[in-house]
Nanobody
């Protein structure tokens, strides 16, 4: 059974930074793409960033140049470095190994105050 545990969220002022972490277990992470999603208040969950098994990254336009996804296959962890945060980045952030998950972990809350 795959377990995904997100952490690193918090409350920051606009312009601040956070680094989210996701600990992965029960999965051969080396063979899997990994994804970060977020669910903003009143909005549907959206895919924010992805990283392929080979390290190729993709981002939604709204975070390009500000967010960086990375992975550590040895430690079986995935990270999302978020810089220059703004109010649109608020929400609960989730990591996953599927692009269209049917089940979600608890996520980690990000709050950005202006």
């Amino acid at each position: 059974q795959v377990h995904l545990v997100e952490s690193g969220g918090g409350s920051v002022q606009a312009g601040g930074s956070l680094r989210l972490s996701c600990r992965v277990s029960g999965l051969n992470m080396r063979l899997s793409a990994m994804y970060w999603f977020r669910r903003a208040p009143g909005k549907q969950r959206e895919l924010v960033a992805s990283i392929s098994s080979g390290g190729v990254t993709e981002y939604v336009d709204s975070v390009k140049g500000r967010f960086t996804i990375s992975r550590d296959n040895v430690r079986t962890m995935v990270f999302l470095q978020m810089n220059n945060l703004n109010s649109e980045d608020r929400g609960v952030y989730y990591c996953h190994y599927q692009r269209a998950p049917s089940r979600w972990g608890q996520g980690t809350q990000v709050t950005v105050s202006s």
